[in-house]
């Protein structure tokens, strides 16, 4: 997954990139990255000793966007799912039968739980392998269109 943006700030070995959003980022509306404004800005690895009003390519591999999205969307639904099946028996333990408000509390518990475990465990997964990456510096009047 490569991009490209431009350096707006530079602190050490981390740049602040905008990048423009792309079209399909703006039709897909699954976040409300869709309904902002085109530019996404983002901190990087200076990888290129970029400066600012460079224009950057930007990359992240594709293993660690995966992870990230695992971590984000796969964990969290999961934890729902457990939560809805703990709910079911629990319900069923009481006598109650088969309680679906039951099931949502137990669902929407874990579904918490699991995004707080996400953030205590943030910083973990705050390191190199997750950020992406400022690879090089490309010189936008060279770009034959």
Not at 43 to 53: D, L, P, V, W, Y
Not at 58 to 75: G, N, R, T, W
Request: some cysteine.
């Amino acid at each position: 997954m490569a991009e490209t943006g431009i350096v707006i700030n530079k602190d050490d070995d981390i740049v602040t990139v905008k990048l423009e959003r792309k079209e399909a980022c703006a039709k897909c509306r699954a976040c409300t990255a869709g309904l902002e404004t085109k530019e996404m800005i983002l901190k990087a690895e200076n990888k290129c000793n970029a400066k600012i009003g460079d224009t950057v390519i930007i990359s992240l591999e594709q293993s660690s966007f995966l992870k990230a999205v695992f971590i984000m969307y796969c964990i969290p639904l999961i934890s729902l799912l457990i939560g809805i099946g703990i709910g079911y028996l629990v319900s069923l333990q009481i006598g109650l039968g088969n309680n679906e408000i039951i099931q949502v509390i137990f669902g929407l518990i874990t579904l918490g739980l699991s995004y707080i475990i996400i953030r205590l465990n943030e910083n973990k997964w705050k390191n190199k392998k997750f950020r992406p990456i400022a690879e090089e510096i490309i010189d936008v009047n060279n770009i034959n269109m």
